[in-house]
C-alpha cells in the first residue's frame, strides 16, 4: 500500500490537452533554437534549450515578463563580472571577495524589492560569469558570450511561437512578492556562506567540466525558499538522473537512426515539460528531466554525444544540495529559525 500511494503521488496526473500541447510545441520550439545555435556553432547549445523550459508557463504574460528581463540580467551580469575581473586582474584574492560581495548585495536586494527576478538574474551572472573567468579565463569568456547569444535565440523564437504561431492565453498580471529585511539578509548570508564553502569544496575536488559554476547556480536557485530548500533540491538532482538515463537512452538509439534520435528526444522531453505544468507538486522534478536530457544530447556544438555533463551536474547538484542544508542547520541553530 505505501508503495502504491508513492506511485500515485508521483505520476497520477489529471490529464490536460492544453498543458500537453503546450508540452509538444515548446519542445519544437526547444529543437529549432537548438538547430540555430548548432547552425551558428554555439559552443553550448544546450543553453538555448534551457532557456526555453524555463521561461515557459501557461500564461503569456509569464513569458513575455521573464523573457526581456532574462536577457538584460545577462547583459548587465556579464558585462559587471568582465569589468571587475579586468580592474582587479592582478589580485585574483581581491576579485573574488569583490564579487563574493556583490553577490551577497544582489541577493539582499533581489528579496526587498519587486524587480527581484531581474535583480537575482543579475546577481546569478555576476557569480556564474565572474568566478568562471576568475577560475579559467579562457572558457569564461566563452561562457558569456556564448549564453547571451543562446539566450536571445531561445528567448526570441519562444516570444514569436506562443505570441503568433500558437497563442497563449494572456492570463493574469505577474505580481512579484517582497521578503521582510530580516528574511532578505539571512538569506544573503545564507548564500554567500553557501557560494564560498561551494567554491572551496570544487577547488579542493578539482572536478572538470565547469562544475564550480553550475553549483552556484544550484545554490542561488535551491535557497530561494528556506523551509523548501531541501525538497526542491532534491527534486532538481532526481530529475537530473532521470534526464540522465533519458539521454543515455536517447542517444543510444541513435546508433539506429538519427531520425528515431530526434524522436526518442521529443518524446521524453514533451513528457517530462507536461509532467511539470501538470504536477503541483512534482514540476520542478519534471523541469529539471528535460534540462538534463538537453544536456546530455547536445552538451557541445560538435554533436558529439558524451554524457560526461549530465554526470557531472547531478554530482554537482547532490554536493550543492549537501552544503546548502548543512548551512541551513547552522543558520538554524544560531538564529533559531524554523
Given amino acids: 500500500m505505501l508503495m502504491f500511494g508513492l506511485f500515485k503521488e508521483l505520476f497520477y496526473i489529471e490529464y490536460s490537452n492544453l498543458y500537453l500541447k503546450i508540452a509538444a510545441v515548446a519542445t519544437l520550439t526547444c529543437i529549432f533554437s ?38 538584460l540580467g545577462t547583459i548587465i551580469g556579464s558585462v559587471v563580472a568582465i569589468l571587475i575581473v579586468l580592474i582587479f586582474s592582478s589580485y585574483p584574492l581581491l576579485t573574488l571577495i569583490v564579487l563574493i560581495l556583490l553577490g551577497a548585495i544582489g541577493f539582499y536586494v533581489s ?3 519587486a524587480e527581484n527576478y531581474f535583480t537575482l538574474f543579475i546577481t546569478v551572472h555576476i557569480l556564474f ?67 564560498v564553502i561551494a567554491i572551496i569544496v570544487w577547488e579542493t575536488l578539482k572536478i572538470p567540466g565547469g562544475s564550480l559554476n553550475m553549483v552556484i547556480c544550484l545554490i542561488t536557485i535551491a535557497g530561494i525558499n528556506n523551509s523548501g530548500s531541501l525538497l526542491k533540491g532534491k527534486q532538481r538532482f532526481y530529475g537530473c538522473i532521470l534526464g540522465v538515463c533519458s539521454g543515455v537512452i536517447t542517444i543510444f538509439l ?61 554530482l554537482g547538484i547532490m554536493l550543492g544540495v549537501i552544503i546548502i542544508n548543512i548551512v541551513f542547520m547552522v543558520f538554524r541553530y544560531v538564529f533559531n529559525k524554523p
Fill in 254 to 314: 541513435s546508433s539506429v537512426s538519427i531520425v528515431i534520435f530526434f524522436i526518442s528526444f521529443f518524446c521524453f522531453a514533451t513528457f517530462f515539460i507536461y509532467y511539470s505544468l501538470a504536477h503541483k507538486s512534482y514540476q520542478y522534478t519534471g523541469l529539471q528531466a528535460a534540462v538534463a536530457i538537453c544536456i546530455t544530447c547536445f552538451p557541445n556544438d560538435s554533436m558529439r554525444m558524451v554524457i560526461e555533463d549530465g554526470l557531472y551536474r547531478a
Fill in 111 to 113: 528579496k526587498v524589492i
Fill in 34 to 71: 537548438l538547430f540555430i545555435c548548432l547552425f551558428l556553432h554555439v559552443k553550448y547549445p544546450y543553453w538555448g534549450a534551457v532557456t526555453v523550459f524555463a521561461i515557459l508557463s501557461p500564461n503569456l504574460n509569464m513569458i513575455l515578463y521573464k523573457a526581456p528581463r532574462r536577457v
Fill in 129 to 195: 560569469i565572474g568566478v568562471g573567468i576568475l577560475f579559467d579565463p579562457n572558457i569564461g569568456f566563452s561562457i558569456a558570450e556564448y549564453r547571451l547569444i543562446s539566450n536571445c535565440i531561445a528567448i526570441v523564437c519562444t516570444c514569436v511561437v506562443f505570441s503568433f504561431v500558437y497563442k497563449l492565453a494572456r492570463g493574469a498580471e505577474f505580481t512579484p512578492t517582497k521578503s521582510s529585511k530580516e528574511d532578505a539578509f539571512l538569506y544573503s548570508a545564507i548564500l554567500t556562506v553557501s557560494i
